[in-house]
């Protein structure tokens, strides 16, 4: 799954300090001028290095179930594979229909 950046960053924010509500001034793929408040409003300080190493774990969390994402998106649906199941059999869907995909998009090892 792909989650845009500022998303990333505000996870990576709670993951190293939960009290977080707000985080705010994210450009692009650029923090130097976030800010991070709690629930009053005041504001938190986080370390950068920090930070930053855990927006990298995040980036690296998505990344790994990257082709999970892929595969769902190139199957047929339910329906579609339930019908040929039916019509051609287990083995044949394992065949023509998973294998294709799950050779497209391995796993990651």
């Not at 370390?47 to 199957?75: F, M, V």
């Amino acid at each position: 799954m792909s989650i845009p950046y500022d998303l990333q960053v505000f996870e990576a924010c709670k993951r190293l300090n939960s009290k977080i509500v707000t985080c705010s001034g994210i450009k692009a793929d650029n923090i130097t001028d976030l800010i991070t408040t709690d629930e009053s409003g005041s504001e938190i300080t986080l370390d950068k290095t920090a930070l930053k190493a855990e927006i990298k774990k995040i980036q690296a969390e998505l990344d790994a179930t990257k082709y999970q994402d892929d595969r769902r998106a190139e199957y047929p649906n339910i329906g579609t594979q339930l019908d040929y199941i039916y019509h051609h059999g287990i083995e044949k869907w394992k065949t023509d229909i998973v294998d294709p995909v799950k050779n497209k998009y391995p796993k990651p090892s």
